[in-house]
């Protein structure tokens, strides 16, 4: 184990960035002592560190930064290459310095060969009811990528393993995931992207109520209701270890009553900034703060913005839409950390939204 200072020196990571990017869930400690609360670093996690210091200076934001850090350690690298042929793109200054330090991260890829995020699938059959799986699409489907430049986001990843289906859709700035429980037959789980236009098929089919069975075998996948059918080839690409992108630092948590927060965010202040999307141009901002008393406000321009996060107004509100409940559960990490929207029933849906930097 490599203490805060050990590891800032071998790294190329200065002591105050460890810690800002602890606090903003990027890299994480593999302990800190409950005691003194000193940083300990655990040995594999020098390559992570030497690949975010190569990363930062060459100015990749910290969205795209989780991404290559999930899909790190995967023999698949297709994500990781376009996250950073899109940055290249991207830079218009300084673009000799920041060519040498992504040639130096492709470098590295070509010598890892431990699988982490491995896209694998095998036959399953699962049994679940049409309302769980439903339900677990509508929380999702609102964060699938559009991107072309990154195929491997334009769907839904369908994780089963044993009688629970994890559904999980990320564009890079926003991610959910949801949980449904089912009966299953044949192999013990697997792991597939289902594209976004035949995930929108098989929603269709869950109007009616009852049992569905999902099928997965070899790259293929069907959903079965009654006599209709809705089926077809899974994409061919790995999706990031989004296991590890949800490994956030516990922040601190406000339970917002829906309707009216959703009111205070559709009619109260909005700032512009560049929105992160390569071409979107400006997007609106909610500037949000948790007060003492544990009511969330939005902030509008002129506030006090220490202790604030900006997100997307459009995301806040179709992640509002999506848990579908009366009473959502808001987290708050540091200013540069996600923002958390959870269930109150279950910690297995949620959604998690990208900090905004705020122009200044």
């Not at 670093?41 to 930064?65: K, N, S, T, V």
């Not at 850090?69 to 698949?76: F, I, P, R, V």
């Not at 609106?284 to 009511?295: E, F, I, P, Y």
Request: hydrophobic share 45%; aromatic share 4%; glycine share 8%.
């Amino acid at each position: 184990m490599r203490s805060i200072g050990e590891m800032a020196r071998s790294s190329g990571l200065s002591v105050s960035a460890l810690r800002f990017y602890d606090g903003a869930g990027v890299l994480v400690p593999a302990r800190v002592d409950p005691v003194n609360g000193y940083r300990w670093y655990g040995p594999e996690q020098l390559d992570e560190a030497r690949l975010l210091a190569h990363l930062r200076r060459a100015g990749m934001p910290l969205a795209d930064i989780r991404l290559v850090l999930a899909g790190w350690s995967s023999t698949e690298t297709e994500l990781v290459r376009r996250l950073l042929r899109t940055h290249l793109r991207r830079l218009e200054r300084d673009l000799s310095d920041a060519r040498g330090e992504l040639s130096t991260v492709r470098a590295l890829l070509d010598h890892r060969e431990n699988p982490m995020a491995t896209h694998h699938v095998a036959t399953v059959r699962l049994t679940v009811g049409a309302p769980e799986l439903a339900a677990a699409l509508d929380a999702v489907r609102f964060a699938a990528s559009t991107d072309p430049e990154l195929p491997m986001l334009g769907g839904v990843l369908f994780d089963v393993e044993g009688e629970s289906l994890h559904a999980v859709a990320t564009d890079r700035y926003r991610m959910a995931v949801a949980q449904a429980r089912g009966t299953s037959a044949g192999a013990l789980g697997a792991r597939v992207v289902v594209p976004s236009s035949l995930a929108d098929a098989m929603r269709a089919l869950l109007s009616d109520g009852g049992s569905v069975r999902l099928g997965v075998d070899g790259n293929q996948v069907t959903l079965e209701a009654g006599a209709r059918q809705a089926a077809g080839p899974c994409l061919d690409h790995d999706f990031p270890d989004y296991r590890r992108l949800v490994r956030l630092p516990a922040g601190t948590r406000a339970l917002v009553d829906v309707a009216a927060f959703r009111k205070a965010v559709e009619t109260g202040p909005v700032r512009t900034a560049e929105a992160p999307e390569p071409g979107a141009g400006r997007c609106d901002l909610s500037v949000l703060k948790m007060a003492g008393d544990g009511t969330v406000a939005v902030r509008a321009e002129g506030d006090d913005d220490s202790d604030c996060v900006a997100v997307n107004r459009d995301f806040l509100l179709q992640a509002l839409a999506a848990g579908a409940r009366d009473e959502l559960i808001l987290e708050f990490g540091a200013p540069t950390a996600p923002v958390a929207i959870r269930r109150t029933d279950t910690e297995e849906s949620f959604s998690i939204l990208m900090p905004v930097r705020l122009d200044t």
